[in-house]
């Protein structure tokens, strides 16, 4: 965050206001530079923003006041740049990377999926031959995607180790939309052979997963 | 992040592949392992992989969401070997048609549970200890 103050070398409430606003500065880690308009410098900022008053303030390149404020103008003034300074910083290294997101909002299609399941057997566990499908579009669709994008999200931040990303986490994504896919319309459509197909891509995704992950658990035996 | 939640993040890794190729086995040919194959299968998935995955990563994060340290490292501890003494003795137990194992192995994995229970509760609790930041 910048602070600009905009002063007349002859005036006593700048002095004021340079005090003030120094003090807040340095509190608040913020840059602090002071322009006096006989210079060209300020003159050309001050006929910029047709300011009739010394001392003026700007934060971040915007006027925001004129005259001598207290301290506690001061930090009110300073407020809404340290909120977003303090949401940047809850932000930093804590969102989601691309393909973690594609996991979870996956996740939430294939969770609104199997629970048609609910609505068409009363139940997961309904007795039909294609029981496993919506029960799998839930273990498979919704759990294993939360544990994919949630897992592959926050180990390496608990570990501090890298996680093989990049073309592993596509091959991965794909191979569990298959597999999933691939098993509950095979149950669906009663088809074994795509039953199969889908379990086996299943299994591989895992299997990717695994690979992937394990270096973020033992660095040093991978 | 501590030895035993790598461990149960990395067993819960181990249990998924292995039921995963279990139920693999039984779509291809199920004489091929006796015993009740799915429900191993479904409790090899959901006690070995997603409940010791969640175990792993919960018992790293919540007391730091929580704001005070885990309650007890020896339960957790105990807590791992009970759940992977608990769960062998249920598969074994399906997969042989033995209810005793499947009974035994029922209460091992229950102790797990509710040591992890009781251990979450006394750690994460009602109130932080330190105020939110102003
Ligand atoms: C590699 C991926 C997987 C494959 C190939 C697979 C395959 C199967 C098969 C073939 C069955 C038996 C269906 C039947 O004939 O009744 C089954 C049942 C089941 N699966 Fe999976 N599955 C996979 C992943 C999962 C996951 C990740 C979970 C849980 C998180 C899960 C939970 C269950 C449950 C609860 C049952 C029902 C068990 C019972 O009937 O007692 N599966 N699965
Ligand atoms: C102490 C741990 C557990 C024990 C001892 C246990 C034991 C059993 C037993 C004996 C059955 C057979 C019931 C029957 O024949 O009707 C069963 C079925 C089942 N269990 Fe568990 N279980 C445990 C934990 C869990 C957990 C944590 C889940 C899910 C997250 C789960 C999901 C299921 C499902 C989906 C079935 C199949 C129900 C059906 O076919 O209708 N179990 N369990």
Known sequence: ?222 | MHKRNRLFVSIALVYGLLGGLIAIVRLIDPSLIPGNVPRAHGHIMLLGFILMMIYGIALHVLPRFGGFPLYSEPMADWQLYCANAGLPLMIAGWLGWRDMLVMAGGVLTYGAIVLFGLNMILTVRTKSRTLPVQ
């Open chain 1, 1 to 222: 965050m910048k602070i600009e103050l905009i002063v007349s070398g002859c005036c006593p409430f700048c002095l004021e206001a340079e005090k003030v606003w120094r003090a807040a500065a340095a509190d608040h880690g913020c840059e602090f530079s002071v322009m006096d308009i006989s210079r060209a410098e300020g003159a050309a900022l001050a006929q910029r923003l047709k300011l009739q008053t010394v001392p003026a303030l700007l934060i971040d390149g915007t006027l925001r006041a004129v005259g001598v404020q207290t301290p506690e103008e001061a930090l009110t003034l300073l407020q809404p740049q340290r909120q977003e300074a303090h949401d940047r910083m809850q932000q930093m290294g804590l969102g989601f990377s691309p393909d973690n997101r594609w996991f979870i909002l996956a996740a939430q299609a294939y969770l609104m999926l199997a629970g048609l399941g609910l609505l068409m057997n009363g139940s997961f566990l309904s007795d039909d031959a294609a029981r496993p499908a919506f029960l799998h579009l839930f273990t498979l669709g919704f759990m294993l995607f939360m544990i994919y994008g949630l897992a592959s999200h926050m180990l390496p931040r608990f570990t501090g180790n890298p996680i093989r990303e990049g073309a592993w986490s596509w091959l991965q994504m794909g191979l569990a939309h298959g597999g999933v896919i691939g098993y509950a319309v095979g149950y669906l459509a009663g088809w074994p052979t795509l039953i199969v197909v889908g379990a086996v891509l299943a299994w591989l995704s895992l299997a990717v997963f695994a690979y992937r992950v394990w270096p973020v658990l033992w660095p040093t035996a991978s």
